[in-house]
C-alpha cells in the first residue's frame, strides 16, 4: 500500500490528531502488565494505585502516551498453552485512559495469550475505553501498518513489530495476529515513508531481546542499524524487562529496551527503568530519557531526575 492510501486509511480509522501547538510532545512506556502482582494491587487499592504524581505529570506534558499493552484486555479466556499466560480486565483500560495514555501497543509476545479471538476482543475494548490499539489487526497487512500518530506540526510515523516467535501459536498471516511481519518487510516499509517524505519523524519500536540481559547482541545492533539507515529517526523498544543500551548511531538514538512501567517484578535490575519523551517541532527533534523507578508495581520518576 502507498504511503498516501496508508495515511488516508489510518486517518479514517483512528481520526488521526491535527494538533495546532508549535511543539509536539509524546511520551512511550515501557511494558504494562494488568494481571498477576499488578491485579492484586488493582483488587486491593484500585487502578489508580499505579500512577503516581510524577508520572501523572509528564503524560500532563504531553499530547500523545504510547504504552505497550503486555497482556490482552479481556473477558475472553481461551489460554494459549505456555508458561506465562495474562489477561487484564479490560474495565481497568477506562482508568488508563483517564491518566493519559492514548495509544496501547499490541506488538508483544503476551497480547494473543487468550486467543486470536481474545486480541480482537482487546483491540475493541481499547478502542471502547477512548484510546487507540496499534500493532494488531484481523491479519499480518492490517496489523503491519504504518500508524499515522499526528500529522502537525509534521507527520509523525510510529511502527511497532514483535521480533520474537509466538509460544505455541502458529504464525498466520491471513489470521487475526499481532505485527510479526519479517525485517525484510519491515525495512521496506521504513524505506517507502522516507522516501515519500524527507520531513517526516519516524520511530519504531520492536518487542525484542533476551529476557533480563543488559546488553542487545549483535544481530539486535545490526537490525538497529539498518532501520536508521532505511530511514528511521529513533527506535524505542521494549521486552527484556530491562533497561538496556542506549545508542547513538548516524545521530539518532535507539533504545533497545526501556524496561517495564506497570509490572510487578521485584529485582532492582527489572524495578530500574525509563520512559523517552520526544520534543517535535516543523525542524527539530528532541529527546528526553526519564528514568523511573517501580515500586509495588507503580512506577515513579527516579529521585536523580527530580533533582536536575
Known sequence: MRSSSIALVVSLLFSVPVLSADTLNIVFTGDILLDRGVRRVIEHHGVDRLFSDGIDSVFRSAQLVVGNLECPATKIESPVFKRYIFRGEPEWLDTLRQHGITHLNLANNHAIDQGREGLMDTRQNILHAGMIPIGAGANMQEASEPILLASEPRPVWFLPSLRLALENYAYLTDKPCVSQEPMDSLLQRVFRLRQADSTA?????????????????????????????????????????????????????????????????????????CIVRLQITDNDLKTETIPIEIRQCTPYIADSYRKK
Not at 533480563?212 to 529517526?233: C, F, K, M, N, W
Not at 547513538?248 to 526501556?258: A, E, G, H, V
Open 201 to 273: 519523524v519516524i520511530i519504531v519500536s520492536l518487542h525484542w531481546g533476551g529476557e533480563h540481559t543488559l546488553e542487545p547482541v549483535s544481530l539486535q545492533r545490526h537490525e538497529a542499524h539498518q532501520l536508521i539507515l532505511a530511514g528511521a529517526d529513533i527506535l524505542i523498544c521494549h521486552h527484556t524487562h530491562t533497561l538496556q543500551t542506549i545508542e547513538t548511531f548516524r545521530d539518532k538514538q535507539i533504545y533497545y529496551s526501556i524496561g517495564n512501567f506497570i509490572f510487578d517484578q521485584q529485582k532492582v535490575l527489572n524495578r530500574n527503568a
